[in-house]
């Protein structure tokens, strides 16, 4: 293994000791009760693996890594299941710049059940830290490469320890009924994951933060009307209605202690009907408002952007009588054998057009040791998660840094088609960074 190989093998080490889950398997038993199992050790020439770029790392004029997307979408439907039992649920990719030792693209692949977005900033974090750590030490440990476990140290708490899971008595759009619903597909399998970024100038999540704000409305309601009216825009006009699914973190609502800076999953999500017909209602709070995000129609998303910062209004203030706040995910506590649930599905419609996860602005690590050489600094950043069989047809990911915009696009292959889901990252690219018009300067 070469030198470099190894000064990031012994960060990723003290990460894993960090990090107790990183030992955790999902096991499903007879009694299709499942529960984590730790793994004895964890070898970590097993679990990383080196890759160099084939060229100079460059991205086109349409804000695409086309080399990254394709690492990754292998990477989203290389299944955990080969090596179950001896290897861990994560991988650590290190794509290596071509030519360039001191410069690479951390791709970390866990299983969403020991992670949730949250959970792998965490861990980019902690890899961060690891690395200047190591680098200012003017000791340089061996790598062991064989990580043992210590059954002292405790696994993430589950949610149901943490949080006592009411379940709502009536939930956001149980009883809402609608016409014309496109859901893509009905569920089918194989799923196979297709997959592509957007990396945008950073500047964009400043001017669309200010753009939302004037129209009193939050970036975090507004991005999935953007994606909503591309997708409009590309289906027939038949279609009226769109189901989007909004996860939601429920770490602020758990005891710090046990979830600050602990990789876990502790997630919920709800869902807000989009109509088409509200594209065209022009709200009196737009009257005299220009847009600067898009030159044309962009006050078409605002209405439906209302629509969701009123139903995540809604969802929050959606409490038991007892004070703990009501949970969609509390319904799985109903289902006695969830796989044969599952099963069920397939060949019906799925429950959801599209899902937009927004992480907001990535997290720096805090407290990093400066050494005698250059610190080790986080550049772009990009999160997307693998298609869900019985999920909606399109996923979007959207996570902010001081370096970009990321946007990750996920879709079942079969379950959208390619052209429309190209269309709508390409849309995405227009609204927020529109072709600049071309000056003419007068002449004498």
Same mark, same amino acid.
Not at 167 to 177: E, K, M, R, S
Not at 380 to 396: D, E, F, H, N, T
């Given at each position: 293994m070469a030198e470099h190989q190894l000064k990031k093998i012994r960060p990723l080490e003290d990460?894993?000791?960090?990090?107790?889950?990183?030992?955790?398997?999902p096991v499903v038993a007879d009694t299709k009760e499942?529960?984590?199992?730790?793994?004895?050790?964890? =070898?970590?020439?097993? #679990?990383?693996?080196?890759?160099?770029?084939?060229?100079?790392?460059t991205i086109d004029g349409e804000g695409r890594d086309r080399e990254l997307d394709a690492l990754l979408e292998t990477q989203h439907n290389t299944s955990f299941k080969s090596g179950y039992g001896t290897l861990p649920v994560w991988r650590l990719i290190i794509l290596q710049d071509h030519g360039v030792q001191h410069q690479f693209t951390a791709c970390f692949i866990a299983h969403h059940s020991m992670s949730d977005g949250t959970a792998l900033q965490i861990f980019q974090n902690s890899f961060q830290k690891a690395l200047c750590d190591a680098s200012s030490s003017s000791l340089q440990s061996k790598a062991e490469h064989i990580i043992l476990s210590n059954d002292d140290d405790p696994i993430a708490p589950s949610l149901e320890e943490l949080h006592p899971l009411p379940?709502?008595? =009536?939930?956001?759009? #149980?009883?809402?009924?609608v016409s014309n619903e496109w859901t893509g597909s009905p569920v089918q399998l194989p799923c196979k994951t297709r997959y592509v970024s957007l990396s945008l100038s950073p500047h964009i999540t400043k001017s669309f933060a200010q753009e939302c704000k004037r129209h009193k409305v939050t970036p975090t309601a507004a991005l999935p009307s953007v994606i909503a009216k591309l997708l409009y825009n590309n289906l027939p006009p038949i279609i009226e209605t769109l189901t989007c699914n909004l996860p939601v973190s429920l770490r602020p609502d758990l005891p710090p202690k046990l979830v600050d800076g602990v990789m876990g999953n502790f997630i919920d999500a709800f869902k807000v009907k989009l109509l088409r017909s509200d594209l065209y209602v022009r709200d009196s709070s737009d009257s005299g408002i220009a847009d600067s995000c898009s030159s044309s129609n962009s006050m078409e998303i605002w209405n439906h952007a209302r629509k969701i910062q009123e139903d995540t209004r809604h969802y929050f203030a959606n409490a038991s009588p007892s004070g703990e706040p009501y949970t969609n995910i509390a319904f799985f506590k109903l289902i006695p054998d969830l796989g044969a649930a599952l099963t069920a599905t397939l060949g019906k419609a799925r429950g959801e057009s599209f899902e937009v996860s927004n992480l907001g602005t990535f997290s720096q690590p805090t407290n990093l040791k400066a050494g005698p050489g250059p610190m080790w600094q986080a550049g772009?950043?990009?999160?997307?998660?693998?298609?869900?069989?019985?999920?909606?047809?399109?996923?979007?990911?959207?996570?902010s840094s001081d370096e970009n915009m990321g946007f990750g696009f996920t879709w079942q292959e079969g379950a959208v088609a390619d052209d429309i889901v190209e269309n709508v990252v390409n849309g995405v690219r227009m609204y927020f960074d529109p072709p600049q018009e071309p000056v003419e300067e007068d002449r004498l």
């Open positions: 990460v894993i000791r960090l990090h107790p889950i990183l030992f955790a398997v499942p529960y984590w199992g730790r793994l004895p050790s964890i =070898d970590v020439k097993q #679990a990383v693996s080196f890759v160099e770029r084939s060229r100079p790392l379940i709502p008595v =009536d939930p956001l759009n #149980a009883n809402t009924t772009k950043v990009i999160l997307s998660r693998c298609a869900y069989a019985a999920g909606g047809p399109l996923v979007v990911c959207v996570l």
